[in-house]
């Protein structure tokens, strides 16, 4: 079983991309900053309130990130994908049919960064995607993210028992 934080809005999205980017910078200020040590005080007056708001920022964007994967869950099983809302209630639920097309791509843990986080063009984040298509319903997707190489291990296990059942699977990495 594979549970995981579906990504279904581009607030969410937005914010996991804004963690990411602080994530960069936060650390290359700090080495500037001990750089800087060496240098007079008053360069300090002006990089010291810079760390700090992209500190800030860093913490607000954590916070939306906590909101979100409060929101729910994305489980996926032998025989069902789930989609579950904060307290466990099942939102959505897809059965895994013989006859049903799974095409999984991504393979990321966390966010990964990445150049396309800085690029305009942002349809190719380090976002896991599964779509499934069968006679009951064609091109059905869901984003998400694992968040434990564990869970990225129990997700190439479920995808091998997909295969093992004669589902046809695409991998993408």
């Given at each position: ?13 937005k914010a ?15 080495g ?13 007056i002006?990089?010291?309130?810079v ?16 909101a ?21 209630n099942?939102?959505?639920?897809v059965?895994?049919?013989?006859d ?9 843990v ?9 690029q ?13 298509k069968?006679a009951?319903?064609?091109g059905?997707e ?14 190439k ?8 059942r004669?589902?046809?699977v695409?991998?993408?990495?």
């Amino acid at each position: 079983m594979v549970k995981a934080i579906p990504v279904l809005d581009d607030g969410f999205r937005k914010a996991i991309i804004g963690i990411a980017k602080y994530g960069i910078i936060s650390p290359v200020l700090i080495g500037i900053l001990i750089q800087l040590l060496k240098l007079p005080w008053y360069v300090l007056i002006v990089v010291v309130p810079v760390f700090l708001f992209i500190t800030f920022m860093e913490m607000k964007t954590h916070r939306k990130i906590k909101a979100g994967m409060k929101e729910g869950r994305l489980v996926l099983d032998k025989d069902s994908i789930r989609l579950l809302d904060g307290k466990g209630n099942e939102l959505e639920k897809v059965e895994i049919t013989p006859d049903t097309e799974v095409e999984v791509s991504g393979f990321h843990v966390g966010v990964i960064p990445q150049k396309p986080l800085f690029q305009k063009n942002k349809k190719n984040l380090p976002f896991n995607t599964i779509k499934l298509k069968n006679a009951n319903y064609s091109g059905r997707e869901y984003t998400f993210l694992l968040e434990t190489d564990y869970m990225l291990v129990q997700l190439k296990n479920l995808l091998t028992h997909w295969k093992a059942r004669g589902l046809i699977v695409y991998e993408n990495q």
